[in-house]
C-alpha cells in the first residue's frame, strides 16, 4: 500500500512558476514508477509526465515538454513538478500516482491512467491571465 500526498498548488500568473511535491508513505515507492496527471474542470483527466523508479528515464505530453519537469528523490520518498512558463490553460486539478512496481515505465505510459495502482488526492493549480 502506497498512500500519496500532493503539495504546492495555488494561484499564479502566466508566465509564472510552481513545484509541485507529492511525498509518498509506506512500501515499493522506491519501485515504481511515478506519474502526474491533471483534471480540467468538465475535462477528462490528462496524462502530465511520468519518470521510471530510478529517476533515469522521463516522458512528458507534448504540451508540457520544455516547460515541466519531473524528477524524484527516493531517500525522500518524493516525487516533483518543477512547473515553469505556466499558461491559463495549465489550470486544474494535478494529481500524482504511483504505477504498477511490475510494469516498465513504457507500459506505464502506454497504458495509462489503468497502470497507476495509487492516487493522492489532487493539488489545484490556478493560472491568471
Known amino acids: 500500500q502506497v498512500q500519496l500526498v500532493e503539495f504546492g498548488g495555488g494561484l499564479v500568473q502566466a508566465g509564472g512558476s510552481l513545484r509541485l511535491s507529492c511525498a509518498a508513505s509506506?512500501?515499493?515507492?522506491?519501485?515504481?514508477?511515478m506519474g502526474w496527471f491533471r483534471q480540467a474542470p468538465g475535462k477528462e483527466r490528462e496524462f502530465v509526465a511520468a519518470?521510471?523508479?530510478?529517476?533515469?528515464?522521463?516522458y512528458y505530453v507534448d504540451s508540457v515538454r520544455g516547460r515541466f519537469t519531473i524528477s524524484r528523490d527516493n531517500a525522500k520518498n518524493t516525487v516533483y513538478l518543477q512547473m515553469n512558463s505556466l499558461k491559463p490553460e495549465d489550470t486544474a486539478v494535478y494529481y500524482c500516482?504511483?504505477?504498477?512496481?511490475?510494469?516498465?515505465?513504457?507500459?506505464?505510459?502506454?497504458?495509462?491512467?489503468?497502470?497507476?495502482?495509487?492516487w493522492g488526492q489532487g493539488t489545484q493549480v490556478t493560472v491568471s491571465s
Open positions: 509506506g512500501r515499493t515507492f522506491s519501485n515504481s514508477a
Open positions: 519518470i521510471r523508479w530510478n529517476g533515469a528515464n522521463t
Open positions: 500516482a504511483a504505477g504498477r512496481p511490475d510494469l516498465t515505465l513504457a507500459q506505464i505510459v502506454s497504458r495509462g491512467g489503468p497502470a497507476y495502482v495509487f
